[in-house]
């Protein structure tokens, strides 16, 4: 998910407008001319506001041939939307190939890793807008790094108890305030890991936007993280900023691009720890299940396992702590899922789902919401409606501690997923909180 901010005039190596801002411009121009807002056009369609609202977007992620070709019924293009979103699919698969043609390699650790096809900036400057000329100190300490290292793990803290909602604006504050230290002068000690502590804070600055579906500044954030990786050389901290790219983009335009995102997260998996490994693995298999690929899901969803068995998580960077038992089992869930309901066996998925939740305590109530509501939408489906009425249950009353736009998503999910059970009272009740919630935060934003 790449899409900058400011004046284009200010950012380094930004590329010429693309046939996928051509699309952007297309949809927005039609959706005018129709009378409707993107809120109707969403209803039309049954797709969320935030996915119509990215459509529209320039120098975004182009959306998924899905999407589009609900749009262009809609607004009856006749085909138009259709075709120039081919048209851009291609323009995108050539620019990417100009691009990865530039790189070079530096395999050795410390060194800055090669500008990777998905950044837009060049390691010889600083991304625009993060560290002014005007705001630098002349010299960094290890006491800055530290300071930096404690206002991200404050932030993701924030983050995991309450939401994108409370953790975004301090987040990205606190981000704007220590970026402008990867300008200073640096001991070689100290410089890898300054850089690698400003990236996280900046992973975890995007993280909270992308929660609250502040699309424009979680992309922004994620670039910015991905330049402190490559310019540190540090591949861990590549891979886990290219996960989480891969997670806002199959959110946004689907699991194709998400899969071409972990793909390049696993180059050179031999420098990644086991669980970094792991959570990569897990990661694909859940795109690998959006796509459908079943028997490839299950492999890789083993595989993931067999990583996390090797996982020493004292070794692991600070960026992946988050990365326990109950995430594990509660990612793999997740990636099982399509699997479970193409083959009507709950057993495939619930059982891991089930223990995530046991596991996930007081420190991931997000985790834990998102657990449940998954649980109960599966459940709803292919299991005891009843019981699946009281689990969702519990997830709405969690969801309700929370300001995160992705657990609602999820949360309509299980609404669509209750309707054919609303003859039993329990998911009638169930139905009832969840539509008052969607009505009561629509009118609310």
């Not at 459908?292 to 067999?306: I, K, M, P």
């Not at 309700?400 to 059970?421: C, F, G, M, P, Y």
Request: net charge negative; aromatic share 6%; with cysteine.
């Amino acid at each position: 998910m790449t899409r900058g901010e400011g004046d284009p005039a200010t950012e380094p190596d930004r590329q010429p407008p693309s046939v996928a801002d051509d699309l952007a411009r297309e949809i927005k121009r039609l959706r005018q001319e129709a009378g409707i807002s993107q809120r109707v056009l969403a209803s039309k369609i049954g797709y969320s506001r935030q996915y119509v609202t990215m459509t529209e977007w320039e120098d975004s992620n182009l959306p998924s041939p899905e999407l589009v070709a609900a749009i262009d019924n809609a607004l009856e293009a006749n085909g138009a939307l259709v075709t120039l979103r081919a048209q851009a699919d291609g323009d995108r698969r050539e620019r990417r190939r100009a691009g990865a043609s530039s790189l070079t390699s530096a395999d050795e650790p410390g060194k800055s890793l090669a500008a990777n096809v998905f950044s837009p900036f060049n390691l010889e400057s600083v991304p625009a807008g993060y560290a002014p000329d005007t705001r630098y100190a002349e010299s960094v300490a290890w006491s800055d790094v530290e300071r930096v290292k404690e206002a991200a793990r404050h932030a993701a803290t924030t983050e995991n108890l309450h939401g994108g909602g409370s953790a975004n604006t301090a987040a990205s504050q606190q981000l704007y305030s220590f970026a402008p230290l990867v300008r200073g002068k640096t001991a070689p000690e100290t410089r890898r890991a300054l850089f690698e502590a400003v990236g996280n804070l900046s992973g975890v600055a995007a993280f909270a936007a992308f929660d609250i579906a502040d699309f424009t500044t979680a992309e922004r954030h994620s670039r910015f993280a991905l330049w402190c990786a490559d310019s540190a050389g540090s591949w861990e901290l590549r891979a886990s900023t290219l996960a989480d790219m891969a997670r806002m983009t199959a959110y946004t335009s689907g699991a194709d691009n998400a899969l071409s995102l972990i793909e390049l997260a696993q180059v050179r998996s031999d420098r990644l720890s086991a669980t970094t490994r792991a959570m990569l693995s897990a990661l694909r298999a859940q795109f690998l299940a959006a796509l459908g690929r079943t028997d490839e899901t299950l492999n890789e969803v083993a595989r993931s396992d067999d990583y996390f068995a090797d996982s020493v998580p004292g070794e692991d960077a600070p960026w992946m702590c988050y990365y326990d038992e109950a995430e594990h089992l509660g990612s793999t869930g997740k990636a099982l899922i399509p699997v479970a309901l193409a083959r009507n066996q709950m057993d495939l998925a619930a059982p891991r789902i089930g223990q995530a939740i046991r596991r996930q305590g007081q420190s991931y109530p997000r985790s834990r919401t998102f657990s449940l509501t998954r649980l109960a939408t599966l459940t709803m489906r292919i299991g005891d409606p009843q019981e699946a009425a009281e689990l969702g249950l519990q997830a709405a009353r969690k969801a309700k501690e929370l300001h995160s736009q992705r657990i609602r998503d999820e949360l309509q999910v299980l609404t669509r997923a209750s309707i054919k059970h609303l003859g039993i009272p329990e998911v009638y009740g169930l139905y009832g909180v969840l539509t008052d919630e969607r009505e009561a935060f629509e009118v609310s934003s």
